[in-house]
């Protein structure tokens, strides 16, 4: 039978009101405990959906322009199959293992829906596409031409991947069952599972709306993805000013300042920042606040003003590495056979030189992860400590009363796993060693800095929907105790950062499940089961691709057109470099020219500090003072590069529209549709862009058009010091 809390008692009662606006608009207060879960259509499904995506995405990741296919669209396709497989399954019962059982227990439901979800989800790497620790051996077999064995690659794989489960085990009743810690972006799914499943008496349910909304961004993105390119990024000041480097700088979208630049193509709006609409205004209003003080404030003063660090001898917008007199750093002759670095080689080319924008970027990272310590220890900490005093005994919500009368998972479950997957990782770092470069000491050096980050970056996570990067911090730190280790340092960083990340998205999925009521052992193990499956195909395909494409990964030696340019793994390979092989002594030390940088920790550690004294001193204005996120706004361009600024001014204007104008004054409409209408813009963009792929352009069916050339902003990407000589720029 449905449990339900009437609405005279909903409203006498405050518990049953959950202390978020947004959660209460979204999320019901009703559960059917008698659903099936535990079912042959889920866990088919979930297999074979888990599995494809891996599949699918790891294929993706190596090609030019790789495509992410989401949890979403399998989200979408898995309503149907179910009802199909309900219809047609035998409805026969039989026993297993003295339990009985049936291929079709009834009605395809919304908890076999959401599990299926989770499942995919472990297949796209949470978001990610594929484990990030496939970059480590990309690197090792096509960047630096080594051997690893296949079975250190799958430990590997699924080790980093698994080890998370321990730190979300033990930080799960601090950021999952508390009201306030509400998870953004767990609204949407509940949103479009809602829209999926429940029966509404209205001409336009969330059903149809999703629908209708679903063909609308399908039928359009053929005409950014393909037909029309330009329209992802109409920088018309470029189109104004031809030959002008700065205007072009100014002007461009994708490689300057998108002063002026708009887009339509939904992809730009979503990408790296994920869904505008998802985001709470006061989160996206930081992250506007700290774009626009660092892209339009200090960058263009460093940049023409000071030309701070020969800022105009280099572009204004890049991530490449450089040497002084502004040519492209040759990476691959400062490296021996050894992986280490060739002293000689190093000396003739010079110290290494980074854009402006590129190392403000490492410094503005420095000072989120000095932010994200001091905002939670100030702004949560007495809350952190009374959920640990009161964690047996406090008051629960209603979402968690509900939940109550499901088994939990027990600790030692997490325990484990925990200790199982650090037991294999030491033996990765002992045995297996000659391989990976980690030893012992390194790893339980990543898992206790992995333990101290997660907890507060779940919060961060749990309450704007952003979530701030360890790797910079973990690069660093083996960088300066282990320099000229390059497999190392990423080895190293993996653990420490992809654990911890993958805590905090096992976290995001728990927390669907608790307001899903989802029977938490059941979430558990499809978790499990869903990443073991994900790594070993990702592990399998990149493995595939890896020993039977010739010159993957290698740009000058891979035909004209060929897609195997492995643009990521390019970006992991120069990090392995900057700070394993170089070591940050030699670009953010004593030896190197950004030394300066390291002052951006203490501005980290104070920003909040201030905002705090501000709120204490300024009692009666501490509501919104309290809304001042610092690690938000800090790490506010973490994404660029890759993102540019397009990207976040598109995501800003959108979801300022969305969650502020729309919120206030058409709560009515944002209630019913607004997650809904994210879901169906992301999944129309994801399932008409592997139709282009598949059908025109993996075909070499491109249009070439005035339409299809880019943005034309062809100079954004020069220097503007005098005399410096750079392939399809004028010299000064």
């Keep these: 039978m449905e449990i339900e809390h009437p609405a005279g008692r909903a409203a006498a009662d405050e518990d049953d009101v959950s202390p978020v606006e947004q959660v209460r608009l979204t999320v019901p207060t009703t559960d059917d405990p008698t659903l099936p879960v535990w079912t042959f259509r889920m866990w088919t499904m979930g297999f074979i959906s888990c599995a494809l995506l891996s599949f699918v995405n790891q294929f993706f990741a190596y090609r030019s322009e790789p495509i992410v296919i989401s949890q979403i669209t399998i989200q979408v396709a ?22 009985e059982c049936s291929l079709n227990p009834g009605p395809f439901n919304v908890k076999e829906h959401v599990l299926i979800s989770i499942f995919a989800n472990a297949g796209a790497a949470f978001g990610g596409g594929n484990a990030y620790a496939i970059g480590i051996i990309t ?14 690659s799958l430990l590997l794989i699924i080790t980093t991947q698994v080890l998370g489960y321990g730190w979300a085990g033990l930080m799960r009743k601090y950021v999952v069952e508390p009201a306030h810690m509400w998870w953004p972006a767990s609204l949407v799914q509940v949103s479009l ?5 429940e029966k ?7 059903g149809k709306f999703f629908m209708i909304a679903l063909i609308c961004s399908f039928a359009w993105y053929i005409v950014p993805g393909y037909l029309f390119p330009t329209l992802t990024a109409i920088s018309w000041v470029c189109w104004v000013y031809p030959k002008s480097i700065t205007m072009q700088q100014i002007g461009s979208g994708l490689n300057g300042l998108g002063v002026g630049a708009l887009t339509l193509d939904w992809s730009v709006v979503a990408s790296f920042l994920g869904s505008p609409l998802v985001s709470p205004f006061f989160a996206t209003a930081n992250v506007f606040v700290g774009y626009i003080v660092f892209v339009y404030g200090m960058l263009p003063i460093s940049y023409w003003v000071l030309n701070l660090y020969n800022a105009g001898t280099f572009p204004l917008f890049s991530n490449d590495l450089y040497t002084g007199s502004g040519q492209l750093y040759n ?13 000689d080689a190093y000396a003739q080319q010079g110290k290494i030189h980074l854009s402006l924008f590129f190392a403000v970027s490492y410094g503005l990272g420095f000072a989120t992860i000095a932010a994200t310590l001091s905002h939670v220890i100030l702004f949560y900490g007495k809350e952190m400590c009374q959920r640990y005093k009161e964690s047996f005994k406090g008051k629960p919500d209603v979402h968690t009363r509900l939940m109550r009368r499901y088994e939990d998972i027990p600790n030692w479950w997490f325990y484990l796993l925990l200790a199982a997957s650090m037991a294999v990782s030491l033996v990765l770092c002992t045995v297996f060693k000659e391989e990976i470069q980690l030893p012992w000491w390194g790893l339980l050096l990543a898992c206790v800095m992995a333990f101290i980050f997660t907890l507060p970056i779940s919060v961060i996570t749990a309450t704007t929907n952003t979530t701030p990067g360890l790797n910079i911090i973990t690069e660093y730190c083996l960088g300066l105790i282990m320099p000229g280790k390059p497999i190392a340092n990423v080895c190293f960083k993996v653990y420490g950062y992809m654990s911890m990340n993958q805590a905090v998205s096992f976290l995001t999925d728990f927390k669907l499940g608790h307001y899903m009521k989802i029977p938490p052992r059941s979430m558990f193990l499809v978790q499990f089961v869903g990443t073991i499956v994900a790594s070993s195909v990702n592990t399998v395909v990149a493995w ?16 004209e057109s060929s897609p195997w340019t492995c643009p990521g793994d390019h970006v992991f390979f120069d990090a392995s470099v900057i700070w394993g092989l170089v070591g940050p002594r030699r670009i953010f030390g004593p030896l190197g020219y950004y030394n300066a940088l390291n002052w951006f920790f203490l501005v980290g550690l104070g920003g909040p500090v201030i905002v705090w004294l501000f709120a204490r001193a300024l009692p009666w204005h501490a509501g919104w003072i309290s809304l001042i996120n610092m690690p938000v706004i800090l790490g506010a361009t973490a994404m660029m590069p890759p993102a540019s600024a397009l990207n976040y001014t598109a995501w800003c204007f959108v979801g300022t529209v969305f969650n502020f104008f729309v919120f206030r004054y058409r709560k009515g409409w944002w209630k019913r549709y607004n997650y809904v209408l994210s879901a169906a813009m992301d999944g129309g963009v994801a399932i008409m862009g592997v139709l282009i792929y598949f059908a025109l352009t993996s075909e070499g069916n491109q249009l070439d058009w005035w339409g299809s050339r880019g943005e034309y902003c062809d100079l954004a990407t020069c220097p503007t010091a005098k005399g410096v000589l750079v392939d399809g720029c004028p010299v000064l």
Aim: a positive charge; proline letters at 5%; glycine letters at 2%.
């Design 78 to 99: 898995a309503l149907p199959i179910g009802h199909l497989m309900a219809q047609l399954l035998p409805e026969k019962k039989f026993r297993v293992f003295g339990r």
């Design 139 to 152: 690197i090792i077999k096509a960047f630096y031409k080594r051997n690893i064995s296949f079975v250190t």
């Design 193 to 197: 599972m809602r829209a999926m499943h």
């Design 200 to 206: 509404e008496r209205r001409r336009m349910t969330r």
């Design 331 to 343: 990476i691959s002759a400062i490296v021996n056979d050894k992986f280490e670095i060739d002293m």
């Design 544 to 559: 595939w691709l890896l020993t039977t494409v010739p010159h993957i990964c290698e740009k000058d030696q891979l035909p």
